[in-house]
């Protein structure tokens, strides 16, 4: 059993798959700094305020128990208050559209370099090889 996973980890899509989510999920935190320290400060202070993602709308009455500010967004969620954290939401969807806006050009820049790589390792087409087999019996 353990030499069939040592198997299973050795080949190379595992080992891609591996590289590719460490590197995805550090990649996620840059674009989640981007966001979040970044972006959204100047979204924040364009609408009013400097932390965006701390809007939000209070939906009922807040605990009995609970004597923080009642602007805390993060406060009055851990409280257990009914809140619609719609800034929080925001963020999260602009950090979306970020992330995905950056990996479409990756992907766009990576499919254009392949394009443009010569494929030597393909050889002839069906056609070409028909073509030479067809010439080949002729000069016989």
């Known amino acids: 059993m353990l030499k069939e996973f040592r ?47 701390s809007y939000f709308l209070l939906l009922g009455a ?27 939401f925001v963020t999260q969807i602009v950090s979306f559209v970020i992330l995905a806006f950056i990996i479409f050009l990756m992907i766009k820049a990576a499919n254009k370099a392949m394009r443009k790589a010569p494929d030597a390792a393909a050889g002839p087409t069906e056609v070409e090889l028909l073509t030479e087999i067809r010439d080949e019996l002729k000069r016989r």
Do not use: R
């Open 62 to 88: 807040v605990p009995a128990d609970y004597h923080g500010s009642m602007t805390d967004y993060a406060a009055l969620k851990k409280a257990g208050a009914p809140v619609l954290g719609w800034g929080a």
């Open 7 to 53: 198997e299973f980890i050795a080949k190379g899509n595992v080992l891609d798959l591996a590289v590719a989510v460490i590197i995805g999920a550090a990649f996620a935190k840059i674009v989640t700094s981007l966001t979040d320290d970044i972006i959204m400060p100047i979204i924040g202070k364009i609408f009013g305020g400097l932390d965006f993602s």
